[in-house]
């Protein structure tokens, strides 16, 4: 893995922070099940290997997730150089899509119905 964790942000949004995100086999289930919990700092404060990787934002938004060689290094996910960069662009099309562009997981709020 060549690339560091890293995180993002735009000058113009500074409430939205990017950063690859890790997910490992929840404790409890099997790997058949493939049901993944996010990494983070305080509960995980061992490095250990990631079976998925994603693009996540503080506002909350996440990216689908997909296999990648990546380990868990507290406080951030180091991932190869490729994976690395399509985290980063995965993030910046959310912030051009839903904070930019007034999407639903950004600034921008659902639409109300109308009542009928």
Do not use: F, K
């Not at 490992?24 to 995980?44: F, H, K």
């Not at 503080?58 to 406080?75: I, V």
């Amino acid at each position: 893995m060549a690339a560091d964790a890293r995180t993002w942000i735009d000058a113009n949004q500074l409430e939205h922070e990017g950063a690859a995100i890790g997910y490992v086999i929840r404790e409890g289930t099997s790997p058949e099940e493939e049901l993944y919990r996010e990494l983070g700092y305080p509960r995980d404060i061992e490095p250990r290997p990631v079976g998925r990787v994603g693009a996540g934002c503080d506002c909350g938004w996440r990216s689908p997730r997909w296999r990648a060689e990546a380990a868990w290094q507290p406080y951030g996910v180091a991932l190869a150089q490729g994976d690395q960069e399509r985290v980063h662009a995965l993030w910046w099309r959310h912030l051009e899509l839903d904070v930019i562009g007034g999407g639903v997981t950004g600034i921008g709020a659902l639409p109300r119905r109308a009542r009928s």
